[in-house]
């Protein structure tokens, strides 16, 4: 099983995690341009899944999966 690499230009870039449903963690970046997204607000993550926005830390947007 390979994980799956997608490039994000590094000036382009912000933290992200993803708790999911059994309250594990999953760290990476996100594109810059989702600190748009407001609150509540259910994306999808590309081949990740369906989460939704739940708030902004001081250094990372923190999301909760919803389903794949």
């Given at each position: 099983n390979a994980a799956l690499i997608h490039w994000?230009?590094?000036?382009?870039?912000?933290?992200?995690e993803v708790v999911m449903p059994d309250n594990t963690v999953k760290n990476g970046y996100i594109e810059k341009n989702a600190e748009k997204i407001r609150v509540n607000e259910v994306v999808q993550l590309y081949r990740f899944?369906?989460?939704?926005?739940?708030?902004?830390?001081?250094?990372?947007?923190?999301?909760?999966?919803?389903?794949?």
């Open positions: 994000v230009p590094a000036n382009e870039k912000i933290n992200a899944g369906f989460c939704r926005f739940g708030k902004k830390e001081s250094n990372k947007l923190v999301f909760y999966y919803g389903h794949g």
